[in-house]
């Protein structure tokens, strides 16, 4: 958010009470906005994309993820065994049953060696899609160029890799303070609420800009803040805070257990006993079967539904006898380990299904309209060849109250990448006060 560059009138006889900080963060708001607007921008048109993923997978693969063959559906061992003759040396380390009528089994398979990461499927990784009915193969989808993650990795790093992406979790961070900043500057007093909610069309020229810029932010800061925190919770900087908190409170995801007593066939065979062990236990549709990674270890069974409520549950099952060894439902997880869930889940648009899509797109849009009318306020309130900054602060520790200090203190310590950005500004600020004077 921007603000006007003169102090408002806050209604007749009424005094500024934001005092001395007012110059310290209407310039902390202008840099935060001007610098990372960009990098926010691409957020934004990046995640209705991200959003709407779902339906742009469905379109671009339909062939794939649609059966069109007649009649009962053959063993999920012969499905599974048609899919792994593409790639006979390679390794069946996931199945997903059709989650509904019409949909085709998916059989992701992967080169000899090829290592997966947490946040990444493994180099040359393939998912395998067989007609239930028929047992043929319908085409394949490799993962790393499935939309999802193309589409996450364009969010997240614009395709450069793990190295960019503390640039966009640098940009998330200076959005929070942007909007906190934008809001104390913004909040009306006394008489001014009034007028601080008139509607834009009743202004002209760059009040009409600022009228839009802090009606905007302000309705939506809250959801705004709701998202980058989501956001920074898998973050590396940030994210690593919520990781130790998770660990420190024995709050993490918990998993379950794939001991066996003895050895156990790793037969294609056994997804069938997997299959109707899960579904016994209660398990449904979507459903993901993981094989065994050697031999003695249980197969798992999973059914993950993202949507509200959430249900979550995995199974550990002996493909031998389809004895269930290992059980862990949602119920289960710690509050951390929900709220974290769930928020990663309302960020990824999928927590409320297609509300939920919806909502983010508005948002995202709602997003770009501040930008777009921040930068133009900006432009047109600039003087002539010059930035065009708010005047500088006096001394920071004669200007800030200390318990606001502390505050920022401790709060520059759960962001790393906010604290060793904001050092840089002051010490730019202070060469540029040598070198400028007061204004640049």
Do not use: C
Not at 223 to 249: E, H, I, P
Request: hydrophobic share 45%; proline share 8%; charged share 15%.
């Amino acid at each position: 958010m921007s603000v006007e560059e003169s102090t408002t009138t806050e209604g007749e006889g009424s005094v500024d009470r934001r005092g001395p900080l007012r110059p310290l963060l209407w310039r902390l708001h202008f840099f935060a906005g001007l610098l990372v607007a960009p990098i926010v921008l691409s957020l934004a048109v990046t995640g209705i994309l991200f959003a709407w993923n779902p339906q742009i997978e469905s379109a671009l693969y339909a062939h794939a993820l649609t059966a069109v063959a007649e009649g009962p559906a053959r063993p999920l061992s012969e499905q599974v065994e048609a899919a792994h003759q593409r790639h006979p040396a390679w390794t069946v380390r996931a199945v997903a049953p059709p989650a509904h009528d019409g949909a085709t089994t998916g059989v992701t398979l992967t080169p000899p060696d090829a290592v997966s990461t947490a946040s990444a499927p493994a180099p040359g990784t393939v998912t395998v899609y067989v007609d239930p009915a028929s047992a043929r193969v319908t085409g394949r989808i490799v993962e790393t160029r499935r939309p999802s993650e193309w589409l996450r990795n364009l969010h997240s790093n614009w395709l450069l890799g793990p190295t960019a992406e503390p640039i966009t979790e640098l940009a998330a961070i200076w959005v929070v303070v942007s909007l906190l900043t934008g809001l104390y500057l913004w909040w009306p007093r006394g008489r001014a609420r009034r007028r601080a909610l008139r509607m834009p069309w009743r202004s002209r020229g760059r009040g009409r800009w600022r009228q839009v810029h802090t009606l905007v932010g302000a309705g939506t800061s809250a959801l705004l803040l709701v998202m980058v925190g989501t956001g920074l919770t898998w973050t590396n900087y940030a994210g690593a805070w919520v990781d130790a908190l998770k660990t420190s409170l024995s709050a993490e995801t918990p998993s379950v257990s794939r001991e066996l007593d003895g050895p156990s066939g790793a037969a294609n065979a056994g997804v069938d006993e997997v299959l109707s062990s899960a579904r016994a236990a209660g398990l449904r549709a979507p459903l993901e079967i993981e094989p065994l990674g050697e031999p003695g270890r249980a197969w798992t069974a999973s059914t993950i539904d993202n949507t509200w409520p959430i249900e979550t549950t995995t199974v550990a099952v002996d493909p031998g006898t389809g004895r269930v060894v290992d059980r862990i439902g949602w119920d289960d997880h710690p509050l951390l380990a929900k709220a974290t869930a769930l928020g990663i889940d309302f960020h990824q648009a999928q927590l409320f299904g297609t509300v939920n899509q919806v909502l983010l797109t508005a948002l995202a849009l709602a997003l770009i309209v501040l930008i777009v009318a921040g930068y133009r306020m900006w432009w047109r309130r600039r003087p002539v060849g010059k930035l065009g900054a708010p005047p500088r602060a006096g001394p920071l520790l004669r200007t800030v109250p200390v318990p606001l200090l502390i505050g920022f203190g401790l709060l520059m310590v759960l962001l790393p990448l906010l604290g060793a950005s904001f050092l840089v500004y002051l010490v730019v600020e202070r060469l540029t006060r040598a070198r400028w004077g007061a204004n640049p």
